[in-house]
């Protein structure tokens, strides 16, 4: 239900991204937010309100059919996660760190939690080594750059 409300402002959204009105956009934006988080909160106010009797009895009205749809696409939604993660952040030395945890978990049978961890201590190397190799980049530059005497020193 609550794309359906979003696509109500899509018309609205596109006429201020148009007309380069970052300030109606953001109004919009945060009013449609507001609308969309408000609905949700109400359905599990009433949820609560009323108790999980009557939760339950909603759910078991519910046809077969409807639930087996449910039950398919939560089930797709971490294949789905995963896809579109994979799809933003690969290359080929994401790929050698996906495979490489990938057969560590399935042939050491090492468990999710421990991959984690490996995979933050990795992670912080990556950014260690990449923040070190851009103060040496900016130490080099420095160095180019001082000059030769004292005197160019002071003029500069």
Request: contains cysteine; glycine residues 6%.
């Amino acid at each position: 239900m609550e794309p359906a409300i979003g696509e109500i402002f899509t018309p609205m959204i596109d006429k201020f991204l148009m007309k380069d009105d970052y300030r109606g956009w953001t109004i919009v934006s945060h009013c449609l937010s507001f609308i969309e988080l408000s609905i949700g909160a109400v359905f599990v106010f009433l949820a609560v309100l009323f108790g999980g009797d009557l939760v339950s009895a909603i759910m078991g009205s519910l046809p077969e059919f409807v639930l087996t749809g449910v039950n398919a696409a939560g089930a797709m939604l971490p294949v789905v996660g995963l896809a579109v993660l994979t799809s933003q952040l690969w290359d080929k030395k994401t790929a050698l760190y996906f495979l490489f945890g990938f057969f560590l978990m399935k042939y050491l049978n090492l468990d999710i939690l421990f991959l984690a961890i490996i995979a933050v201590f990795i992670a912080l190397r990556d950014v260690f080594s990449y923040f070190d190799q851009r103060k040496l980049a900016a130490e080099a530059l420095v160095l180019t750059e001082t000059p030769e005497t004292e005197e160019e020193d002071f003029f500069r």
